[in-house]
């Protein structure tokens, strides 16, 4: 199955953050990645998963040529 590079906007709300993140994750579609996201995000921020899922939906995302496993890449969170 083909997967995809998606670059996401993940929104984190004051005062536990003044300017949320930015998550690159390796997935094979929008709900995997949001699947992806929530199990690695374990600090409490599960109000912002509404706009988290829109933020997926929104993320610029490029097919990957190889094979590869999903997973969470990198993140960075202010």
Sequence with gaps: MAKFLYIVDHFVAFPQSEYGGVWNVIAEND???????????????????????NNIVKAPRFALADAVESEVIERFIT
């Design 31 to 53: 709900d995997e990645c949001f699947d992806l996201i929530s199990e690695v995000d374990n600090d409490g921020y599960e109000e912002c998963y509404v706009t988290l899922r």
